[in-house]
């Protein structure tokens, strides 16, 4: 059974970073791919980045040239490097993790998430 536990959440100013760190087991974590989604109060889940098992990732339009995903295969850990926060980034974020080793940017291509840590931007 995969168990993915997020850490890094919290109040951060506007311009501000963090940096989430998620946790992964149950699983061979280096052949998987992962991903970061956000879901602020009354919208639908969204797609933040994504990692494949060798590296290649992929951003939302929203977040391109501020956060960065990467893992540390040795760690089983996938991290995401949040810069320049706005008060829009504002959210619960979720990580998740694929059965397959390509990336991908939709909910349902990953079967297994955490259970989401807060980032608040204050403006």
């Known amino acids: 059974q995969v168990q993915l536990v997020e850490s890094g959440g919290g109040l951060v100013q506007a311009g501000g970073s963090l940096r989430l760190s998620c946790g992964a087991s149950g699983r061979t974590f280096s052949m998987y791919a992962m991903g970061w989604f956000r879901q602020a109060p009354g919208k639908e889940r969204e797609f933040v980045a994504a990692?494949?098992?060798?590296?290649?990732?992929s951003y939302a339009e929203s977040v391109k040239g501020r956060f960065t995903i990467s893992r540390n295969n040795a760690k089983n850990t996938v991290y995401l490097q949040m810069n320049s926060l706005e008060a829009k980034d504002t959210a619960v974020y979720y990580c998740?993790?694929?059965?397959?080793?390509?990336?991908?940017?939709?909910?349902?291509?990953?079967?297994?998430w955490g259970q989401g840590t807060q980032v608040t931007v204050s403006s």
């Open positions: 998740a993790m694929r059965p397959l080793g390509l990336k991908a940017t939709t909910r349902d291509a990953f079967d297994s």
């Open positions: 990692i494949s098992q060798y590296g290649d990732t």
